[in-house]
């Protein structure tokens, strides 16, 4: 990965990091409170789409100097099949009833050291609240928080390494909610969006799963204020555990193995399709480059009177050699035979002390509005 695309990364971010804490500051000093009730929605919005899409779309492409194919390529934006989208959804559903744990746990853990959430009062309770919910809080998210980090930052880091690019980035999505309350669990969730994003090679998959994960809970949200439900999963463990403290464990214990185990087998169904159907796309390339081969091979034969008795699909490794496969099986035992056949993968490269700098000052900007919205809770 070429230091310039680190480099072009880690400058957007910090621009975008600054510009949403301006923002967020002017929002808290009431300077948007002229716009009435949508003010909220228009700020949200231009955050959204003006910064996170199309600010950081094409500022990289600018920076670059990529074509927009080219952009849309590194940001991983990759057709996926049904199947693929119907795991996804699947995947989106178990990772919000995880997430009711996982928020649940930290926010038990900062109570215990004496913080109070905060609540602006606003609820969802009429449908065209819950339609404004479902756009401003689910889908406007998924798209553009997701091209910002599975898209560009993801990409502009690969150099460093997947382990450390997991970690990294997945840390940076969840300090970009600058709220002590949202923090760990996004934390632990983009990390596994980043996974997702390596797997399938396609950033649709992550912003299925983002989507699902916060339209369910607006959805929630609508059918508690307005009665027709009591809270779900989480109020009907919390009524087990204040009848039997012991059961209310136990039966929360089971169903979070129940959901790890969902979990663990809708990613394992996403690897092997997301990598059948990536396949499928290279074997179509190598069948139109290897009719593009045999087409002059049938030149040469003319022209010279060669013959090539070679059959089957030609791919060549990095050395150049050739090889020829006709089925997904073949490759598969090819593979097994001969490892070092292989493309090797990219070798980890040192962040250039430039992008260093401007991702450290983004975290250490984005961790004190992180830190300060914990003191306000105290």
Not at 61 to 88: E, G, M, P, Q
Not at 252 to 263: E, G, Q
Not at 267 to 290: G, I, R, T, W
């Amino acid at each position: 990965m070429g230091k310039k695309y680190t480099f072009a990364s880690s400058l957007i971010y910090f621009i975008v990091v600054c510009l949403f804490v301006t923002i967020r500051m002017l929002s808290q000093f009431g300077v948007f409170d002229f716009m009435g009730d949508m003010g909220k929605y228009i700020v949200n919005g231009f955050l959204q789409i003006g910064i996170l899409l199309v600010f950081s779309f094409l500022m990289f492409k600018f920076l670059t100097k990529r074509s927009f194919a080219k952009t849309f390529d590194n940001f991983s934006y990759h057709r996926i099949s049904w199947r693929v989208i119907l795991i996804s959804i699947g995947l989106g559903v178990v990772v919000y009833c995880l997430n009711i744990f996982i928020s649940a746990f930290f926010q038990a853990i900062l109570t215990g050291l004496g913080y109070h959430a905060y609540s602006s009062g606003s609820g969802t309770s009429s449908v065209s609240a819950l339609i404004l919910g479902l756009v401003f809080t689910a889908l406007l998210p998924a798209i553009c928080e997701e091209n910002l980090h599975r898209g560009m930052l993801l990409f502009g880091n690969t150099g460093l390494g997947m382990k450390n690019n997991i970690l990294l980035t997945g840390l940076m999505f969840g300090l970009l909610h600058m709220n002590i309350e949202q923090f760990f669990y996004a934390t632990i969730i983009g990390m596994f969006l980043n996974l997702v994003l390596y797997v399938s090679e396609s950033i649709y998959p992550c912003m299925i799963i983002h989507f699902m994960n916060n339209g369910i809970s607006v959805v929630m949200s609508y059918l508690i204020s307005t009665g027709k439900s009591s809270g779900g999963i989480f109020y009907l463990l919390s009524s087990i555990s204040a009848g039997n403290a012991i059961l209310g464990f136990v039966t929360m214990f089971l169903l979070v193995v129940i959901l790890l185990i969902l979990l663990f087998i809708l990613f394992k169904l996403l690897v092997k399709y997301s990598f059948e159907d990536s396949f499928k796309e290279k074997q179509k390339a190598v069948q139109q480059f290897s009719s593009k081969v045999n087409f002059y091979n049938d030149l040469n034969k003319i022209k010279y009177g060669e013959n090539d008795e070679t059959e089957g699909d030609m791919i060549f490794n990095s050395d150049g050699n050739q090889y020829v496969f006709v089925s997904f099986d073949d490759l598969k035992e090819y593979i097994k035979n001969n490892p070092n056949a292989v493309v090797p993968k990219p070798k980890k490269v040192k962040m250039d002390i430039r992008s260093k700098i401007l991702l450290i000052m983004s975290i250490v900007l984005m961790s004190a509005v992180t830190v300060f919205s914990f003191i306000w809770g105290l």
